[in-house]
């Protein structure tokens, strides 16, 4: 019998990784291995990739329904907007799926200022209103529209995005996630309003201003 040369083992081995690659790789959540797996929150303050699952015999249908996009969003803040999420912090039945949505409420001129999702892509659709929606590629291309009710809109995951609204009265968005828990790193906040704060000569270098600048940026978001 003709023993493989070790060149031919070793392409065989290439072959069969980049065979696996495609399933080892996972573009969102995880898979569920169950029918479901409800959120039990209080069972550890410790989660890897979701929560605990409750006991199947302690689930009801009640867990499996959440009304929390039904309530108007408070838009009277600095932004005028509000963002009512719908994830498995607040319906825990979404626990190991890989989905979640929110309710996003706007303010005549309210705003959703520029933030990302780093564990999703979002899609949404034009409830009520008009709203500017827009997104940076990672080649610093800027995407927009005007989108007007029932107009749909995806942004890809984690790109740096917004939606503003351009209309004359109140406007509404609803928007969906691949992910159970997306994350939201509002870039403001993040910048100007972390703990502890990021140092003003890293903030003055990086935008190319002066001190009193960023202190004064600071200031408006200080609790």
Do not use: W
């Not at 023993?3 to 696996?20: T, W």
């Not at 590629?137 to 009710?149: D, E, F, P, Q």
């Amino acid at each position: 019998m003709k023993i493989p040369s070790r060149s031919h083992v070793h392409m065989l081995s290439y072959l069969v990784v980049l065979l696996l690659l495609p399933l080892l790789a996972s573009p969102a959540d995880p898979d569920p291995l169950q029918d479901f797996c409800v959120a039990d929150q209080s069972a550890s303050s410790i989660s890897v990739n979701g929560f605990p699952c409750k006991p199947a015999s302690k689930v009801t249908s009640d867990d499996f329904f959440f009304d929390g996009l039904t309530k108007v969003g408070d838009t009277s803040n600095i932004f005028g907007s509000n963002v009512t999420g719908g994830n498995v912090l607040n319906f825990p039945a979404l626990n190991t799926l890989g989905i979640s949505m929110n309710r996003v409420d706007f303010a005549p001129g309210g705003l959703n200022p520029p933030h990302t999702h780093p564990r999703a892509t979002e899609s949404g659709v034009v409830i009520e209103g008009k709203l500017l929606v827009g997104f940076v590629t990672t080649g610093n291309v800027y995407h927009s529209k005007v989108l007007t009710s029932g107009q749909m809109f995806v942004i890809p995951r984690g790109l740096v995005h917004f939606q503003k609204n351009v209309g004359v009265g109140k406007a509404l968005i609803i928007t969906a996630f691949n992910s159970q828990l997306p994350g939201a790193v509002v870039l403001p906040f993040t910048l100007f309003a972390s703990t502890p704060s990021i140092p003003d000569d890293v903030l003055t270098r990086a935008f190319q201003v002066e001190e009193k600048v960023i202190e004064s940026i600071k200031s408006k978001f200080s609790s």
